[in-house]
């Protein structure tokens, strides 16, 4: 049952929002739990004492790679890969170079969903996110749809634990997720990746593949990145666009508002419902050389091999940081110079996420399309926990089409 619109909806039965800075048990190495917004800004950008932690990076083998995955490598490789890369998702590009795949691609979409009349929503972002990201990392050489699958099966994973040894997992589970996990890579390397390095050895295009040919990547390696810029972009987009939809179609005046708001007031409203409902609700860092981390008077010292959870729920909540009603979805709040609108839902530091501007202008370049439409919630999604990424996600989310609503503007309507 949906609670009354503008509240937080992602809420983790069991998960506690205090106290805002703790340690776990007596044992060493510790884990730590931070929940405020200044002392995990401390822990993301102290660069050279922690490194990645999260979504399994310290389970990933690294040895034969020359070139680190960008999401688990730390330090000045990490730096220089960042720089790199960081052209193709920079706000300007994104928007002159993807805008229009991204409508064409909406409208195709939704103009399928409207001959139906209906659509399950987390299907068809799934297929519109995929897309999107297919043509930013260079996929483009294989079916989306079934790209899509090959992408989705990669997250049938057994769960785990991040603070226990082994992650938790019994040998049985170490197997199945070997199994549920090597397999769908080695799928989609021979159906999707392998296609695109070929296509793009003999002719360079204006995508990660290439720039990573460019920069002497091997198969194997790019594979990697591949996976990591796709799932990524797949994973949380899919789920942000479901979440924002939700939000919106329970919330009249603010729907009715972010249809007629210009561009500057949409990307407003998107990045508070993020900040609201991160996609992404842990981040971890593990501690390789003492840090100290301070919040007014008090201070804390984090030693060598402490595992950090930075609880990014809460820590969005912090009514020292976002104001009153942390819990209510207020967009155009006055936030600290320097605080991001999402607050920490992309992160912070060296590894905060490059794709935030990408994420946003594909959210709204579809969600803008939908909700012109007159559009009838026929099921609420059912919310569920992913350990991978640490966050939640929505299924079953039904929607009917009825056609455009008579007061929508001529911009406002499929072309």
Not at 116 to 142: F, I, K, M, Q
Not at 237 to 258: S, V
Not at 344 to 368: M, N, T, W
Request: charged share 25%.
């Amino acid at each position: 049952m949906v609670e009354e619109p503008g509240r937080r909806w992602a809420v983790r039965p069991g998960e506690p929002d205090g106290p805002r800075v703790e340690r776990l048990g007596t044992e060493r190495p510790g884990v730590w739990r931070i929940r405020s917004v200044g002392a995990a800004r401390q822990v993301l950008r102290a660069r050279s004492e922690t490194t990645q932690a999260g979504f399994t990076a310290e389970w990933i083998p690294k040895g034969r790679l020359t070139h680190h995955p960008i999401l688990i490598s730390d330090g000045p490789q990490h730096d220089e890969q960042r720089g790199k890369v960081g052209r193709f998702f920079a706000p300007r590009v994104v928007a002159e170079r993807y805008t229009g795949s991204m409508e064409a691609c909406a409208d195709r979409l939704l103009a399928e969903a409207l001959a139906a009349g209906r659509c399950r929503l987390d299907d068809l972002a799934l297929l519109y996110s995929v897309e999107v990201t297919a043509e930013v990392v260079g996929l483009t050489d294989s079916p989306v749809p079934k790209m899509a699958r090959r992408l989705v099966t990669f997250f049938n994973q057994p769960p785990f634990d991040i603070t226990r040894p082994d992650l938790g997992r019994t040998p049985a589970q170490w197997a199945r997720a070997a199994a549920n996990g090597l397999l769908p890579i080695i799928r989609f390397h021979l159906a999707d990746v392998r296609p695109a390095i070929r296509a793009r050895r003999r002719a360079r295009r204006a995508d990660v593949v290439s720039h990573l040919i460019d920069e002497g990547y091997s198969d194997i390696e790019i594979l990697v990145e591949c996976v990591t810029y796709g799932t990524a972009g797949m994973v949380t987009t899919r789920e942000f666009i479901c979440m924002a939809a939700w939000h919106l179609l329970r919330h009249d005046a603010l729907r009715e508002r972010y249809l007629v708001a210009g561009e500057q007031e949409r990307f407003a409203i998107l990045n508070e419902i993020i900040r609201l409902e991160p996609v992404v609700g842990h981040l971890y860092r593990r501690v390789q050389q003492p840090v100290t981390i301070s919040e007014g008077a008090q201070s804390w010292t984090l030693e060598e091999g402490d595992l950090v959870d930075l609880c990014i729920r809460p820590a969005n909540a912090d009514p020292e940081v976002v104001g009153d009603s942390p819990l209510e979805l207020c967009p155009g709040r006055s936030l600290p110079a320097g605080v991001n609108q999402a607050v920490l839902s992309f992160g912070d530091g060296a590894h905060k996420c490059p794709g935030q501007p990408l994420a946003i202008l594909e959210s709204d370049v579809l969600l803008r399309r939908l909700l012109a439409l007159d559009v009838t919630v026929a099921a609420e999604p059912e919310l569920g926990w992913d350990d991978l990424i640490a966050g939640y996600f929505l299924r079953g989310f039904d929607l009917t089409l009825a056609g455009r609503k008579p007061s929508t503007s001529p911009d406002q309507t499929l072309k």
